[in-house]
């Protein structure tokens, strides 16, 4: 209430406007700031994706990913190690296949000692409680790009599947923690968890790209993996529409049914609103994934020197948990580690 009677000097210093709540009192010292913050980071909320290739000790930079380069399965081993000193709790394994080994049903995907199988086996030597996950879905391995079996313009659904388990077998057998199926056919999670379970593999999580939208985001992604000259056509006949909401609880509401460990929303930032409700509606762990094009946004802003990496990193995760994100996957993870590890 504006008061209309005069005020004494001291009362008006005190309280000009009679505020009862000054929401800044727990904003004005630093302790008092992180006494009352709500979410925070940590290493344990990190998952790091990395990108694998034939060959001996060499790296190959993205151009489209400054900072992020394809390993080759001794370099997986090295960052494995890094890894594991800084603490980040998994790695996820996305290979760059040799042209020459793929062909339009992604047979090299089956292969028990393919690239993905290799790496798996290499670290698990070295560094067996990091965990480790992979993922499902044809594109590497395909001529076409596609995360599916195509016929006709068509991506097959349960022919795909059926790939796709014994995909995810061969991946167990190699080591694999957490079974990452991306490729949006529908009922695989299901079919991969019996194919796990009647393989002595009940032990084997699925952590199930829940709701994954077709999206301009992975662009840099199909670069690092070498599918974004050769992908036929587009993904929208299987990854999500960018408009659907209620899609994604449909979605992830099977493969909860399904046997999903954990759920995945993917891309990230955009998509913090899918990442709410799928916390909020299943209670389940639920992952982010801070996809290629936006750590290109954001590493292409830092590098320009039009934005501080040092604070928009944490502060772009940061919105993960908040939104109730229980982890990210993100190709800061070892920056972030680093950093956290210096903080102490
Ligand atoms: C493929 C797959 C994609 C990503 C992860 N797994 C790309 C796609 O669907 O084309 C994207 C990750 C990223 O952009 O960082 N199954």
């Known amino acids: 209430q504006p008061r209309l009677h005069a005020v004494s000097e001291a009362e008006a210093t005190a309280s000009r406007?009679?505020?009862?709540?000054r929401p800044r009192r727990n904003r004005k010292t630093d302790w008092a700031r992180r006494l009352v913050r709500e979410a925070t980071l940590t290493v344990d909320d990190l998952i790091w994706p990395i990108f694998?290739?034939?060959g001996q000790a060499t790296r190959t930079p993205i151009p489209s990913m400054p900072g992020v380069e394809r390993l080759t399965v001794d370099e997986a081993v090295r960052a494995a190690e890094m890894a594991a000193k800084l603490k980040i709790p998994a790695l996820a394994i996305f290979p760059y296949i040799d042209p020459s080994r793929r062909d339009p049903t992604g047979s090299e995907a089956l292969n028990d000692n393919?690239?993905?199988c290799q790496t798996l086996r290499a670290i698990k030597a070295e560094i067996p409680n990091l965990g480790l996950i992979t993922d499902v879905a044809l594109d590497p391995f395909t001529s076409h790009?596609?995360?599916g079996l195509l016929e006709d313009g068509r991506i097959l659904n349960d022919e795909t599947v059926e790939l796709l388990v014994r995909q995810a077998l061969v991946q167990a057998e190699a080591g694999a923690d957490v079974i990452a199926p991306s490729d949006m056919m529908d009922g695989r999670v299901g079919a991969i968890r019996a194919g796990l379970d009647a393989n002595?593999?009940?032990d084997v999580?699925?952590?199930?790209?829940?709701?994954?939208?077709?999206?301009?985001?992975y662009g840099p992604f199909r670069d690092a993996i070498g599918t974004a000259k050769t992908l036929s056509g587009d993904k929208r006949t299987y990854q999500m529409d960018p408009g659907n909401g209620l899609e994604a609880i449909r979605e992830a509401a099977l493969d909860v049914e399904e046997g999903a460990d954990m759920l995945m929303v993917k891309p990230g930032l955009p998509y913090l609103d899918i990442v709410w409700r799928l916390k909020e509606t299943f209670g389940l762990p639920t992952f982010a994934y801070q996809v290629s094009g936006e750590y290109a946004m954001i590493e292409g802003a830092i590098r320009n020197g039009w934005v501080d990496g040092d604070r928009i990193i944490p502060?772009?995760?940061?919105?993960?948990?908040?939104?109730?994100?229980d982890g990210i996957l993100t190709y800061f993870a070892p920056r972030v580690a680093q950093a956290l590890a210096e903080r102490g």
């Open 52 to 54: 694998v290739m034939n």
């Open 205 to 217: 999580q699925i952590m199930s790209y829940a709701a994954k939208y077709a999206s301009a985001f």
């Open 200 to 202: 002595g593999f009940e």
């Open 114 to 116: 393919n690239l993905v």
């Open 17 to 21: 406007l009679g505020l009862v709540h």
């Open 315 to 325: 502060e772009s995760l940061l919105a993960f948990k908040r939104a109730g994100a």
């Open 145 to 147: 790009g596609h995360d």
